[in-house]
């Protein structure tokens, strides 16, 4: 998520990475997982340009306590793991011009088809769309803004 707010949202981006880092913190909490410190970087350290050392020292551990507990295979913080995004891999390939959250788009994923991109003109719905979907990359994703 950090990589989708860095790109399209980065005059909120101390925002929703707050909102991201206690989002992170209850289900980590919920699913009793405790919290593991690290001083290796596992996000971009291009971020800490933006945040407080504090949030940045905060999301980086919970990025690293999500890839130590085997985060890949938890429905839900797989989620948050940019690195699980690919490329499209069918030759039955769409486009999802004003894509909303991307009600359509799984709609055509589920019957075999990879989106090629998406683009809309709300910043909230492609992330929407980008969190729940983890089989398109952040460069696939284009924000049309209209203002």
Do not use: C, W
Not at 57 to 79: A, E, M, P, S, W
Not at 85 to 110: M, T, Y
């Amino acid at each position: 998520m950090l990589e989708f707010y860095y790109t399209y949202q980065k005059n909120k981006f101390r925002n929703k990475s707050t909102q991201l880092a206690k989002e992170i913190s209850a289900i980590l909490k919920f699913e009793r997982i405790k919290l593991k410190s690290t001083k290796e970087e596992h996000i971009p350290s291009i971020y800490g340009d933006l945040l407080d050392k504090n949030l940045f020292n905060t999301l980086n551990n919970q990025y690293f306590t999500i890839r130590q507990n085997d985060g890949v295979n938890h429905t839900l913080l797989k989620k948050y793991l940019p690195e699980l995004k690919r490329e499209p891999n069918s030759s039955f390939l769409f486009v999802d011009f004003f894509s909303g959250a991307g009600g359509l788009s799984q709609g055509l994923v589920n019957a075999g088809f990879q989106p090629a991109f998406v683009n809309d003109n709300d910043s909230e719905a492609l992330e929407t769309y980008y969190f729940n979907n983890t089989f398109l990359l952040i460069s696939r994703f284009y924000f049309l803004n209209l203002d």
